[in-house]
């Protein structure tokens, strides 16, 4: 990193500029499967980054070394400034883990399930008993504290693990797949109090194969697929670079579709043609729809939406990220 410090000016770490994790390079095989395939990036503290990507672009694997639960392979992770390889016990006394399936204990109480986990860091009673109660009220399960873990929603035992992650007051909050399987009501109850959690100053580490997650959630992230990143940036920035500012989505009567497509020749300046619609990439998409018309197109649905994190995705991968 070249990180020259002389006597008088701090180092970036004093003034904390140096990123909360760093990655060069980083592998990760199962024999010769390559799982993760020598990525790199930098999450600065404070923000709440994100890697996007479909079933098995290699997410769980990286969470899994940032979390100091799967040995690198091969290049460089740095956690705190510090090396999983040699570190790995203080790395994980400040962080907190969500991994992608709960792991809570059914047959104890919501209550239990923090204040054992917590006992795991060495927190007296008192200590304990106070912030499970707080974090309780925070993650809105106050009400259920002494009910049995088994019986609640889904919603329920993702805040709840997210609670029982909170108890050591982590620096970084890794959350892989937070609400997959969620409906959208519990989805978005989380979302707020993730929202909270970053106003609070904590790092969130988060994947997700939502667009929309990662278009609400993150400021920064990476799109990871088949082992690899295949950009980076804000939500923002990546559709500026990957998409245009808004897409009009045709879809035709059925076996309608491949005379229509001729007809639209050269009409964005991108089209996507997928199984049931067809994508016209556009700055105006009012401006579009009546140039289809005018080429005497008639399409069965006419949509005209901006452009998402989907579109990056399809743009970079040629494929839909939820298949
Ligand atoms: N312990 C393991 N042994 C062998 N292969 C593994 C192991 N863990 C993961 N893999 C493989 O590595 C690849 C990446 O898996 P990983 O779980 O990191 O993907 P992911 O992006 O988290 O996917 P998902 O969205 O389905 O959770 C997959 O092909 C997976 O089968
Ligand atoms: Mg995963």
Not at 32 to 46: E, Q
Not at 216 to 241: F, H, K, T, Y
Request: proline content about 5%; some cysteine.
């Amino acid at each position: 990193m070249g990180d020259v410090s002389t006597i008088r000016a701090p180092s970036r770490r004093e003034r904390g500029h140096e990123p909360l994790v760093e990655a060069h390079s980083l592998t990760k095989r199962f024999g010769d499967f390559v799982a993760v395939d020598g990525i790199d990036f930098a999450i600065r503290r404070g923000e709440a980054f994100g890697f996007l990507g479909p079933n098995g672009a290699g997410k769980t694997s990286t969470m899994r070394m940032i979390a100091c639960v799967s040995p690198v392979t091969e290049g460089e992770l740095r956690v705190f400034g510090l090396d999983p390889r040699r570190d790995g016990e203080r790395i994980r006394a400040r962080l907190g883990v969500v991994p992608q399936d709960d792991t809570l204990d059914l047959e104890l109480t919501v209550h239990e399930n923090i204040y054992i986990y917590g006992r795991y860091f060495g927190l007296p009673p008192a200590v304990l008993r106070e912030r499970a109660a707080e974090l309780l009220d925070f993650m809105q399960l106050s009400e259920r504290a002494h009910d049995r873990v088994e019986p609640l929603s889904g919603g329920m035992k993702r805040r709840l693990t997210i609670a029982r992650a909170l108890v050591n007051e982590p620096d970084l909050l890794i959350l892989d797949e937070p609400t997959t399987g969620l409906d959208p009501q519990a989805r978005h109850a989380l979302w707020d109090r993730l929202y909270r959690l970053k106003q609070r100053g904590v790092t969130l580490i988060i994947t997700t194969h939502y667009m929309d997650e990662a278009e609400q959630l993150c400021d920064r992230l990476v799109v990871m697929d088949r082992a690899r990143i295949a950009a980076e940036g804000s939500p923002r920035e990546l559709i500026a670079r990957y998409s245009t500012r808004e897409v009009v989505e045709l879809r035709f009567p059925l076996g309608a579709q491949d005379a229509a497509i001729a007809a639209l020749d050269g009409l964005a300046e991108r089209a996507e043609v997928l199984p049931d619609r067809v994508l016209l990439y556009t700055e105006d998409g009012d401006a579009t729809v009546a140039a289809v018309a005018r080429r005497g197109v008639e399409p069965e649905s006419t949509v005209v939406r901006r452009s998402t994190l989907e579109d990056v995705f399809l743009h970079l991968t040629g494929r839909s990220l939820i298949e």
